[in-house]
């Protein structure tokens, strides 16, 4: 097959450099095994090239290069559109290209806290020189693209990058820092916020943010703040310009309460592990409030996050209690007459309703994943008799219908034998794998049973 024209291969390359990093990783793993001359070889080439120079702009830029997410538009964050690092990185290769290869060449044996970050600091003071000055074209767009994201974004973009050397220090200390907090790190932490402060006064909380840009979470940031205020109360804390880290994360607790309270029933189990997902998050946001501020007990912060606790336990209890009709409306049952009473029996007519049947996997996924995050929640207890009470509701109903099957009472074996393998899928969200099978076989062999005892089998 033959390669690409100029043309055709300008094109990919325009498309390749304007993805994100994450498709373009996505694509070399998809290209790995293109090889020889074929077009596919020529586009595997073309974003290895890609890759190998985003990892050399991203360990240059490394202090900053977080900050750049999509359009920049996030009032909640400190974020550049992702373009502008694009148009710095560019602007970088074509006015210092041969401290871009010095850089380069720094990269092949670089280890971190032993190879000196030099070259990488020099190519950080040359963009900021660059965007300041906007002479040429590819720093121009940049700072203009800056501004036109926010008022004065290419000044805060010149304060971050001034910051670089610090936070590029400070994030080799990071998974330290937020492991745990010893005196020393605590020290260490300390140093290097008084560095920054001292290049300007309003660095503090952008020092704090460019850290947090280098996290996987966040809101985890709390405890670097922490420790540099030495576990401050909640009212020095909100006096002061670092209020809004606790701020947003309580704020970020309410948005999270939301989703819970909105949980998709007929997201399928995907929605329900979600959801169990931002309780645990919620709860760890909340555990990290207590621990990183002196939180008073009334009013305040204090009684903002104590409100935050009680309103997860409320919506997640909320939740559970749904169960049992959900599951109700899952493994469906009649009223009938047996002698002088009247007993609830499985209605194993017709096939399952999918959609009921759905909404109760959703449920039964939510209650397991959120088993690991009841105590601190608070609703341990709602869930242990949740989980008890649905679990006797699937065990009567497993027998009843099994009893039904042996008996000959379905009209359609198969339609019983459907109504508990439902029931199996139920038990074992609720319990464990282990618990299907068993109801499985249980169904298979009386459905087994019955067919040989039917006239057609005694016939033959």
């Not at 202090?63 to 359009?71: C, E, Q, S």
């Not at 402060?197 to 947090?212: N, T, Y």
């Not at 007993?343 to 399952?352: V, Y």
Request: glycine share 8%; charged share 30%; hydrophobic share 45%.
């Amino acid at each position: 097959m033959s390669g690409l024209s100029d043309r055709k291969i300008e094109i990919v390359r325009h498309l390749v450099e304007s993805a994100p990093d994450k498709v373009v990783g996505g694509l070399q793993n998809a290209l790995a095994a293109a090889s020889g001359d074929s077009v596919l070889a020529g586009v595997r080439r073309l974003v290895e090239g890609e890759v190998a120079d985003r990892r050399l702009r991203n360990a240059v830029l490394a202090p900053v290069a977080p900050l750049f997410i999509g359009d920049g538009s996030d009032p909640e964050r400190l974020v550049f559109p992702s373009r502008v690092l694009a148009l710095i990185w560019r602007a970088l290769k074509a006015t210092a290209p041969d401290e871009v290869l010095k850089a380069e060449r720094t990269l092949v044996d670089y280890r971190a806290d032993e190879t000196s970050t030099e070259p990488f600091d020099v190519l950080v003071v040359l963009a900021a020189d660059g965007l300041r000055e906007r002479e040429q074209r590819d720093f121009a767009a940049a700072a203009e693209l800056a501004d036109q994201c926010r008022k004065g974004g290419a000044e805060l973009l010149l304060s971050c990058l001034a910051l670089s050397p610090i936070v590029r220090e400070a994030t080799l200390r990071l998974p330290e820092w937020i492991s745990r907090t010893t005196d020393e790190r605590a020290a260490a932490a300390r140093v290097a916020y008084k560095d920054a402060v001292a290049i300007s006064d309003d660095a503090g909380p952008r020092f704090f943010d460019m850290l947090a840009a280098q996290l996987a979470e966040r809101w985890t940031i709390l405890r670097i703040v922490s420790a540099v205020m030495d576990r401050p109360t909640e009212h020095y804390l909100a006096a002061s310009e670092l209020s809004v880290f606790a701020t947003r994360v309580m704020d970020e607790i309410d948005r999270n309460l939301l989703k819970v309270v909105h949980m998709d029933l007929d997201g399928g189990p995907q929605a329900g592990r979600d959801a169990g997902a931002t309780v645990e998050l919620i709860t760890l946001q909340i555990a990290e409030m207590e621990n990183a501020i002196d939180l008073g007990r009334e009013g305040g912060w204090g009684g903002r996050v104590q409100k935050q606790k009680k309103g997860l336990a409320s919506v997640v209890e909320g939740r559970l209690r749904e169960c049992e009709k959900v599951i109700g409306a899952a493994l469906p049952s009649q009223t009938v007459r047996v002698a002088r009473m009247m007993k609830s029996l499985p209605r194993l007519t017709g096939e399952p309703d999918a959609k009921a049947v759905g909404r109760a996997m959703t449920l039964l996924t939510f209650i397991e994943s959120v088993r690991t995050s009841a105590n601190y929640g608070g609703f341990a207890s709602t869930r242990a008799k949740v989980v008890e009470k649905i679990g006797e509701t699937i065990d009567d109903y497993v027998e009843e219908a099994l009893a039904l099957i042996r008996e000959g009472a379905v009209e359609d074996p198969e339609s019983g034998r459907a109504h508990l393998l439902v029931a199996a899928d139920c038990a074992a969200l609720l319990r464990e794998p282990r618990a299907g099978d068993v109801i499985r076989r249980r169904a298979t062999a009386a459905l087994g049973a019955v067919k040989a005892e039917s006239p057609a089998a005694a016939a033959e």
